[in-house]
């Protein structure tokens, strides 16, 4: 993307203030999409980013610029710009020496979308459509959306560090209203995977089509979730956002060194059931959160964050590692070269546990069973946390009986660690998600096997 | 500046081939960002970006592509792939760009240069200022988690085959901080802020003395029972009570299915007491914009009157299908072909100010803050459950805090509980006012 020498040159124009470290991120990311609703294809979009932004840290201050210009000129523009914002007080020129750092993703892609018609794309909506619409009388609207974007990445910074990635995610989603007499309810069905158009070898663009459009139809039948607490179970692949809110955040270095984060001064000590291991894993292949690289060049890593309720880490950027003078733990990541990096979670996942799937439920007399997950949010300094349900059901003297309505439930990341009394033996991924954080949204995934939390408070509306 | 937008535009406009209508919208924006911690400057960023979108529609189907660049290569690119895309999409008899529509466009006062003069200095010890005003508001005040200053210049310019030439440019700046109040282990957050559009008018003093009023107040907080009571909502959760609202009176939520009230114009949805208006001409908003996403004049729209369902908000595309004129309610970015929502949304104030709310209120919660709203809340179905932390009322006074439960009803019935609106209606960095608003009977859900 930029020649060898002109980043050299660039790193020396960012290090003429008396820069300590000094990084170049360019960017070129061509993204396209495409949208069905009401029945018709509204719109293709193709879409081109490409710059850079240049950091420069000086003590405790990082000065930052970026510029779409990637011409030298503008380069070092920008990288003067940076080092004004850190003004260090030093001068003189230091030379930086890149070596080329090797990435690997261990696979490969088959299909560039690039190179796949945008027909096929569009057949690829209709036909969702086509199935999503006669799956049921009552489904009354669907829309139906398909996008992926390629990803190239440079980085190169003052510790002589150059790597590249190239990264292609491809996403499909498909979203289905039904009417009824009690109003109108909402079903949604995405996969996404950093692979790819052999996404669609992978899944049934039909079946996921059903699967909305079942979600929106069951919940025409679902009643008022209850209020108040009570047992809940969540069930494989229905979506690890519970982690990602109840621990995943709090274990971010930048928070945790702010004191805005509960876990703070907790590393060695037991923070959840036993049996529970929360890892954050960017190596994990074609995942959602998967990457070779992270956006400050470090090479992803499987991290465990909690082994067997004891917290063994916290996720840390170059930033925080330096700091600590400890290595990053490859969870540097950034929205876009517009963005600076900070400590963020890749696929965040629960380990498997030993108990059957069924004997949870039946085990539970009381409850309910959250099947799909919508989104959450957390506040890393109380640990207070809430997550949606978007398919949910009543558990009656352990059987699975009528439908809920939508609702969110509210708990306490530590206590509720410490509240997992059961962990099935079934895990699975769920669906790809988006974790925004300081304004920055970054692709990340998250899986769980089947548990149980012996209680949360469901935040329904019924007594 | 600008005008050179319009140029821009106006050259990609000049490309259109017969048949075609093409529209260009260019943006440019200086950014500014600055975080403190510490009594240092933790980072300080300083960007300009600039980006082209280009809609295409030709024989009645439409194409979008877009560039983060302005260079003539990027430009006929973009051209190239909008033209491209528009052959996929399906025809549609109703698809088409905005036209004139003779509304005068008021020239708000939306830019200062008093952004501009103000140096990179000044606005790090405005930074640092907040950081140390936060600090020494309360003892318990233990330390923050933010503390920043945030400002932006912005341009913009839409033009069009039908004639559309439009732009504008305009300034925003803000400061923002949560702090962190701790008490015997416990630790609680508030937030505060401040915005204008130069940095004078920024209110540091109170952006701090609300973030530690907020955090401290919160301390020993537990979570209540659960029973169905009256709220208070804080003006911050109204206006984001509000922004969800929006939804559900869009035209395009309306045409395709997705609206609660597609079907109730001229019916009462609300307490007598509601009066929605949407009106971006109004300076004082932060979201204030003299013209929509689509180069039309932007108007105030009484959505809902005495409670009564008055109007939904278009924009071109939505009001051509709908048989009526937009109303000025395009929203985009560079990136995107325009929707359409509420730019400015708020309650008409009552009479009463927040003491006086509370006064009247026996046994209630006061609801400082929500979260999950994107979660536990279905704009759809009107399904609403939120996270929320606040004060428990008890006898027309605050009393103790309360935290980790939720709040839970209808959007319909919410409407329709509303039982009183407060007087203090306030500017936030966000499309809705916020002011405070008491709603009966939700159902608190806690231990």
Redesign the interface.
């Known amino acids: 993307m930029i020649e060898e020498a002109v980043l050299q040159r660039v790193l020396g124009a960012a290090l003429r203030t008396g820069g300590e470290f000094a990084e170049v991120f360019a960017e070129d990311r061509r993204s396209s999409s495409?949208l069905l609703?009401?029945?018709?294809?509204?719109?293709?979009?193709?879409?081109?980013?490409?710059?850079a932004?240049i950091r420069v840290v000086v003590?405790?201050?990082?000065?930052?610029?970026?510029?779409?210009d990637l011409t030298e000129a503008g380069l070092v523009a920008?990288a003067e710009?940076a080092a004004a914002?850190?003004k260090g007080g030093g001068g003189g020129t230091r030379t930086v020496a890149l070596t080329r750092r090797a990435t690997s993703r261990g696979y490969d892609i088959e299909a560039y979308p690039g190179d796949v018609a945008?027909?096929r794309k569009?057949e690829l909506l209709t036909r969702a459509d086509d199935i999503a619409r006669s799956s049921g009388s009552a489904i009354?609207?669907v829309s139906v959306s398909y996008g992926d974007n390629r990803r190239r990445i440079l980085v190169a910074n003052s510790d002589g560090l150059l790597a590249e990635d190239d990264t292609v995610r491809t996403f499909f989603a498909v979203s289905c209203?039904a009417?009824g007499d009690t109003?109108?309810?909402?079903g949604r069905e995405s996969i996404g995977h950093t692979v790819g158009f052999e996404l669609f070898d992978m899944y049934d663009v039909d079946e996921l089509a059903r699967r909305a459009a079942g979600r929106a139809l069951t919940?025409l039948a679902a009643r008022p979730?209850p209020?108040?607490?009570m047992p809940v179970v969540i069930a494989s692949g229905g979506g690890g956002v519970l982690f990602h809110e109840a621990c995943g955040h709090g274990l971010e270095a930048d928070?945790v060194a702010?004191?805005?984060s509960?876990f703070r001064d907790r590393v060695g000590q037991r923070v959840a059931s036993p049996g529970v291991t929360v890892v954050d894993d960017g190596t994990m292949a074609k995942e959602w959160g998967n990457i070779a690289i992270d956006d400050e060049g470090n090479p992803a890593q499987r991290n465990v964050l909690i082994d067997d309720g004891v917290l063994t880490d916290y996720m840390w950027d170059q930033l925080r590692a330096r700091k600590e003078g400890r290595r990053s733990s490859g969870n540097g990541r950034r929205q876009s070269y517009?963005h600076?990096p900070m400590v963020r979670m890749t696929n965040t996942y629960l380990l498997a546990g030993a108990d059957d799937p069924d004997d949870i439920v039946a085990s539970t007399e009381r409850g309910v069973l959250v099947k799909h997950l919508?989104?959450?949010?957390?506040?890393t300094?109380?640990g207070?946390?809430?997550?949606?349900m978007t398919e949910a059901y009543l558990i009656e003297d352990g059987e699975v009986t009528e439908p809920l309505?939508?609702?969110?439930?509210?708990?306490?990341g530590p206590e509720v660690l410490q509240r997992i009394d059961a962990l099935g033996n079934d895990f699975a991924m769920g669906p790809p998600g988006t974790c925004g954080k300081?304004g920055q949204g970054v692709p990340v995934g998250d899986g769980v096997p089947t548990l149980r939390v012996s209680s949360l408070?469901?935040?329904?509306?019924a007594a | 500046m600008t005008d050179e937008l319009l140029e821009l535009a106006d050259r990609v406009v000049a490309m259109a081939r017969p048949g075609e209508q093409v529209e260009a919208v260019v943006v440019r924006g200086t950014d500014t960002e600055i975080k403190v911690?510490?009594g240092?400057?933790?980072?300080?960023?300083?960007?300009?970006?600039?980006g082209v979108g280009i809609r295409v529609v030709v024989d009645g189907r439409?194409?979008?592509?877009?560039?983060?660049?302005l260079d003539e290569v990027?430009i006929t690119?973009?051209l190239a792939?909008?033209r491209?895309?528009a052959g996929?999409?399906?025809h549609?008899e109703h698809a088409g760009l905005a036209e004139p529509d003779g509304v005068p466009v008021q020239e708000l006062d939306l830019h200062r240069d008093g952004l501009s003069t103000f140096g990179?200095d000044a606005k790090v010890a405005l930074a640092i200022e907040l950081e140390r005003a936060v600090l020494g508001a309360d003892p318990r005040i233990?330390?923050?988690?933010?503390a920043e200053y945030v400002d932006g210049v912005s341009e913009a310019a839409v033009a069009t085959t039908t004639g559309i030439r439009s732009s504008g440019r305009e300034t925003s700046c803000y400061v923002a901080t949560?702090a962190?109040a701790t008490e015997g282990g416990d630790?609680?957050?508030g937030f505060g802020f401040s915005v204008g559009r130069e940095p004078a008018e920024l209110d540091v003093a109170r952006a701090a003395g609300e973030a530690a009023e907020r955090a401290t107040r919160m301390l020993g907080a537990t979570?209540p029972p659960?029973g169905r009571l009256t709220v208070v909502l804080d003006p911050w959760v109204t206006a984001q009570f509000l922004g969800l609202l929006g939804y559900t009176l869009n035209g395009d939520a309306v045409?395709?299915?997705?609206s609660?009230f597609a079907d109730r114009l001229g019916e009462a949805v609300a307490s007598p007491l509601v009066t929605l208006v949407d009106d971006p001409t109004d300076t004082r908003a932060f979201t204030a914009t003299d013209t929509d996403g689509e180069g039309l004049a932007t108007r105030r729209n009484v959505l809902v009157a005495d409670g009564v369902l008055e109007r939904f908000v278009h924009n071109a595309y939505t009001a051509r299908r709908a048989g009526t004129v937009s109303t000025g309610n395009a929203v985009r970015g560079f990136?995107?072909?325009p929707s359409v929502d509420c730019l400015f949304l708020s309650l008409a104030p009552g009479t009463a100010d927040p003491a006086e709310l509370v006064a009247s209120i026996a046994e209630g919660v006061l609801v400082q803050e929500v979260?999950?709203l994107?979660?536990?809340v279905?704009p759809?179905?009107?399904?609403f459950?939120?996270?929320a932390?606040g004060l428990r009322i008890r006898g027309g006074e605050l009393a103790e805090p309360v935290?980790?439960?939720?709040?839970?009803?209808?959007l319909q019935k919410m409407l329709h509980d509303v039982q009183a609106v407060g007087s203090d209606l306030q500017f936030l960095p966000m499309n809705a006012a916020g002011v405070t608003l008491v709603v009966g009977d939700v159902?608190?859900?806690?231990?």
């Open positions: 495409a609703d009401d029945g018709r294809v509204e719109e293709l979009t193709s879409g081109r980013d490409r710059g932004g003590g405790e201050t990082t000065g930052f610029a970026h510029t779409a920008a710009a914002a850190a945008k027909a569009v009354s609207q209203v009417t109003g109108m309810q909402t919940k979730a209020s108040g607490q928070l702010k004191g805005a509960v517009q600076l919508g989104g959450g949010q957390v506040n300094a109380t207070d946390f809430v997550f949606g309505r939508e609702g969110n439930l509210i708990g306490n300081d408070t469901i935040g329904g509306t | 911690y510490g240092q400057v933790e980072s300080l960023s300083s960007a300009q970006s600039q439409q194409g979008f592509a877009y560039a983060g660049s990027a690119e973009t792939d909008a491209d895309n996929f999409a399906t549609d990179p233990s330390g923050i988690e933010s949560y962190m630790t609680q957050t979570q659960s045409q395709k299915g997705r609660l990136k995107s072909t979260s999950g994107h979660s536990g279905n759809v179905s009107g399904d459950s939120t996270g932390e935290r980790e439960f939720t709040i839970a009803s209808t159902t608190v859900s806690g231990s």
